[in-house]
C-alpha cells in the first residue's frame, strides 16, 4: 500500500500535527515537493505533499490565503505541510481557516523536522509499497504458471481470479465462454459477448476496458494470440482499477493463456495433417484404414452417419482475385464449426484444401447446425454488402446428405455438386437433399440454361411473330400429350392434320427429328425453361 498522510502523521520521527481535514488523512502521498512559490500549481501532478515555509507568501491575508489553497486542492495536491519557527513561530489563522474551508489537510511540521526527513520517509514508504508489489507479482506469476502445468487455462484463471480478488473468463476464437472463474462468473462474461467480437476486429496484441455490466465491476477484456488474428481473449473483472502486483499477475496470465492457445495451435496443425489423410483414405474407398490413422481422434465421428461440407471463397463482383480475406472467411467457417463442436462435445474434421475447406461433422449435430447458422447470416447480411460494395469475397457453401464412411466418396460429390448450385444461384449455402427433393424444374431457373432455351426456341417464337402458324403452342401439346396426335389436336382445338403439318414445320425450323427422344426432352424442358420467366 502506498503511504499516506496518516502514515507520515504516526512516523514517530517526524512528529507532524494535524491542523486541518483530519478526515482526508487516509489519501494516499505521491510524492512530496518543496515549493515557495506564490503558485506552484503548474509544476504539480496531483498526489504530491506541498512542503512549505510561506517565505514568499502573505500567510496572515485571508483572501490571498483562499485563492492560494483553492488552486492547490484543485490542482490534486493531498496536502500541505507548514513549517514553523522558519518564517512564522505557528501557522497563520487565516491558512488554518483556508484550508478548513477547502477540506485541505494542513499539517504542522516542527522545526527539528527537516523537509528532506518528510521526502526520505516518502520515498522510502513508495519504495517499499513497489517492493511489496513486485514480490507479491512474482509469487503471483510462480502460482499461475503451476497452476498452468497443473490445472491448465482452468486454474490459471481461478488462480488469477483469487489475486486480483475479482473474476476472470477466457473466450475461444468465436468469441464464445469456455471457462470462467469463479463459477458464478460465467453468466457475467457472456454479457461481454458483443465487446469480445469487437476486440477480435483489431490486430493483436489488443486491451480494451470494457462497459462494466449492470455497473457491477470494471473489465478489462486483452486478446491472446501471436497471429494478425486473435485466438482468444481473456476477461479480467474487478471492484477497481488494477494495482501493481494485481497487474503482474494480469500479464503473467496473458503471457501463459498464449503460451497455451499457440501450443494447442500448433498441435491443432498436427491434427489437421492426420484428418487430411483421414479425409484422402475416405475418399479413396478406404475406410478401413482411415478408422486405423484417426484413432480416438477421429474414430467417433466415423461410426456414425456425417455430413460432408464443402466451402469455398469466390471472386467477388469485380473479379478480385483470391487475398488474406479469403482465408480469413474461411477460418470464420472453420472458428463456427469447431467451436460448436468442442461446445458440444462433437468430434468434426476441418481439412483446409487450397480455396476450399472440407468438413465431416455429425450429421444433427451443433457443428453442421453452426455452419447452417453461419451460412444464414452472411446471407442476411448480402443485402447491406451489395448496397455498400467493398473488396469483401462472396462464400459458398455446400452440404452433402448423411452417409457413412463407405458412401464418403459420393458425399463429396454431392457437397460439390451442391457448391456448384450455390455459386450458380447466387446462393451462400445449398443442401444437396434440397436438390433432390421436389421437382427439376427449379433448377431450370439457371440464368444458363434460360440462355440456351431461347436459342433453341427463338426461330419458333420468330415463325409465330408473322402470323403464320402457332408453333410454339402446338409442340408444347403434342409433348404434353407424349406425342399422341388426337389428344393434343383436342387440346389445341385444330385438326390432327394441323397438328402434323405444323411439327413438320418444326422440324424444319429448326432443323431436327422429333423422333429423336434426347430432342423432345431438349425442346420440353427449353419450353418449362422459357414458361418459368
Known sequence: MPPTLASLVHHSALKLTVRAGEDRLDVPVRWAHVSELADPVPYMEGGELLLVTALKLDAEDPEAMRRYVKRLADAGVVGLGFAVGVNYDDIPDALVEAARHEGLPLLEVPRRTPFLAISKAVSAAIAADQYRAVTAGFAAQRELTRQALTAGPEGVLAA???????WAALYDASGAV??????WAGRRAAR???????LRERPTPASVVAGAP???DRVELHSLGTGRRPRAALAVGT????????????????????LTTERSRSLYAAEQRIGSAVLRMLLAGEPDHARAVAGDLYGGLLDAPFRVIV????????????????TDALGAVAEAVESAAARSGESVLVVPDGDRLVVLAADGGAAVAACAAHAAALEAAR?????TPGDEQELVVGLSAPVGPIAAAAAYKQAEQALSVARRRGRVCVEHEQLAAGSVLPLLADDAVKAFADGLLRALYEHDATGRGDLVASLRAWLSR???WDAAAADLGVHRHTLRYRMRRVEEILGRSLDDADVRMELWLALKATSSE
Open 311 to 326: 466451402a469455398e471463397a469466390v471472386p467477388g463482383p469485380a473479379g478480385r482475385p483470391h487475398t488474406e480475406t479469403d
Open 383 to 387: 443485402p447491406a454488402r451489395e448496397q
Open 178 to 183: 469456455v471457462a470462467a472463474a469463479p463459477e
Open 214 to 216: 449492470d455497473n457491477e
Open 160 to 166: 488469477l481470479a483469487a489475486q486480483v480478488d475479482g
Open 192 to 198: 461481454l459477448v458483443t465487446e469480445v467480437e469487437r
Open 239 to 258: 471492484a477497481a482499477a488494477p494495482g501493481t502486483a494485481e497487474r503482474y499477475a494480469v500479464h503473467s496470465a496473458i503471457a501463459l493463456l498464449t
Open 482 to 484: 407424349h406425342g399422341q
